[in-house]
């Protein structure tokens, strides 16, 4: 078997056992991103050197027979919003394309101190935001199962990075289902955590309301095991939980008398026709594993979508403001004044997309039209959390598809902004009402692309999710030997 084929647990597995060592999988890694990063254009940052030397220091401690964690060793590749202690953090960006952090974000302590190895820094829409890859001021990243098509977004170099092999695992940002989206796409797994439940120090901030570091992964047990790592309480994150949980502990292969809700919303509309009926077919799984499937209804989910984009605007308007080309990050080469130096370096600075967003958030901010937008969409915010918190009492997880269609065309949908946000429509709700939810593949359309399939918990309710995933995943052939062919 190829090394890169293999899982978080069968790499930790055979490197104990000493049938290969870190160095050996790392270079494995390493040699896939060479092979590979220019046709798919995962990867920002390759930190080679420092991974090959965490490899080193790491199968040091193996042969002197410490005992290491799980993840030990298992080379991971982390979205470019993150931030990494000398190692470049663009948000794929222009305007932070010399920014060099002095500091690790609480995550990535996390993975250092579980002796992780960093690949390097994955490709993103600039500043989370997007949902196809096309907006990263470094360029397109491409779909592995059909370059001609898009990873999905903003994390879509995380979920392409894991699918093409070039990455074990990988840490992305989930603010509007940027890690569900792109997993969707992709073939992955990608869970998004409860908000508050992973720290987000060092997560650059787009909307600070719905920001959340999330796991991308070959199957659903890896993503646990990679919670248990980031997961935790966090003096440095004021929103952040003291909740511990071993997640792992939750993979049980059991789903008698579980109830399963199908919103009748999510499966009406312009859903794409082969998308409904894999999703359906998953739910039949789930019935003749014992659960208890029923259709409930949702009716503000058609509320989520603007809810989100006024609130996340506004708020990436307030967090962009720091860039202004005066501490750091890029500041225009010509101007005037200070006024002139703040506006061309912004201008210059920021993509379309960003712009769009910034000037969005300001409009429904200002004067007028505060109570009008912004007010309102956090009042409607409140009334979709009661809604999934009175669904929640008739049922224990909510399955619905991640995305209204597979991955389109690169370019398809970029004229339109409607068209490309309508991508979101299934994933927004669970930020805006702070839920976890798990996307994992349930089949493929008639192009031969990956369906996903969404599991929404309630808060802190990973761990049924993780179960109702895990099995539907162990009783369908199971997901960790992702062959997009490349």
């Known amino acids: 078997m190829e090394l890169t084929k293999l899982t978080v647990c069968q790499a930790a597995d055979k490197i104990r056992k000493k049938e290969i060592s870190v160095p050996e ?78 500091y690790d974000a609480t995550v990535i302590k996390k993975l250092s101190q579980n002796d992780a190895v960093m690949l390097g820094k994955l490709n993103m829409d600039e500043f989370a935001m997007g949902s196809s890859n096309e907006t990263s001021w470094y360029g397109q990243v491409k779909n592995p199962w059909n370059p001609e098509r898009v990873p999905g977004g903003s994390s879509g170099g995380a979920a392409a990075a894991v699918a093409s092999r070039m990455a074990c695992y990988a840490l992305g940002s989930d603010t509007g289902g940027s890690v569900r989206q792109a997993s969707s796409f992709c073939g992955a797994v990608g869970l998004k955590p409860t908000y508050g439940l992973v720290s987000r120090y060092g997560l650059a901030a787009f909307a600070s309301s719905m920001d959340q570091v999330a796991p991308v992964a070959r199957d659903v047990t890896d993503c646990a095991v990679v919670m248990n790592v980031i997961a935790g309480h966090d003096p440095l994150d004021s929103i952040s939980q003291d909740r511990r949980e071993d997640y792992t502990s939750f993979l049980k292969n059991d789903v008698k008398d579980l109830k399963i809700g199908l919103p009748k919303e999510y499966f009406s509309g312009s859903i794409q026709e082969e998308v409904k009926e894999k999703v359906l077919k998953a739910a039949k799984v789930f019935e003749s594993l014992g ?98 918190r009175n669904a929640y009492q008739k049922v224990d997880i909510i399955l619905g598809p991640t995305a209204p269609s597979t991955a389109f065309k690169i370019g398809e949908k970029t004229v339109n902004p409607l068209d490309m946000y309508f991508n979101d429509a299934y994933t927004v709700p669970a930020n805006v009402a702070g839920l976890c939810a798990i996307s994992l593949p349930c089949g493929f359309d008639s192009n031969g692309l990956p369906v996903g399939m969404q599991i929404i918990g309630k808060p802190y309710g990973e761990g049924t999710i993780l179960r109702a995933a895990f099995t539907y995943e162990k009783n369908t052939g199971g997901n960790g030997g992702i062959d997009c062919g490349i």
């Open 291 to 388: 659960a208890h499937v029923e259709e409930i209804s949702l009716p503000l989910f058609e509320y989520a979508l603007p809810v989100y984009y006024i609130i996340s605007s506004a708020e990436a308007g307030s967090n962009l403001a720091q860039y202004d080309g005066i501490k750091y990050g890029y500041r225009t080469q010509q101007f005037g004044d200070l006024v002139d130096l703040y506006k061309k370096s912004r201008s210059e600075g920021f993509g379309e997309e960003v712009k769009r967003r910034i000037l969005f958030g300001t409009y429904v901010l200002s004067s007028g039209n505060y109570d009008a937008f912004y007010n309102k969409a956090l009042k409607v915010r409140r009334m979709i959390f009661e809604e999934f």
């Open 25 to 102: 999988l790392t270079q494995a890694y390493l040699d896939r991103i060479n092979e590979l990063n220019e046709k798919i254009g995962a990867y920002i940052t390759v930190c080679g050197q420092d991974a090959g030397k965490q490899a080193d220091y790491v199968q040091k401690k193996i042969d002197n027979k410490e005992e290491l964690p799980l993840i030990a060793g298992i080379p991971a590749g982390i979205n470019d919003n993150i931030c990494t202690s000398g190692v470049l953090t663009s948000c794929g960006s222009r305007m932070l394309s010399n920014f060099i952090p002095p």
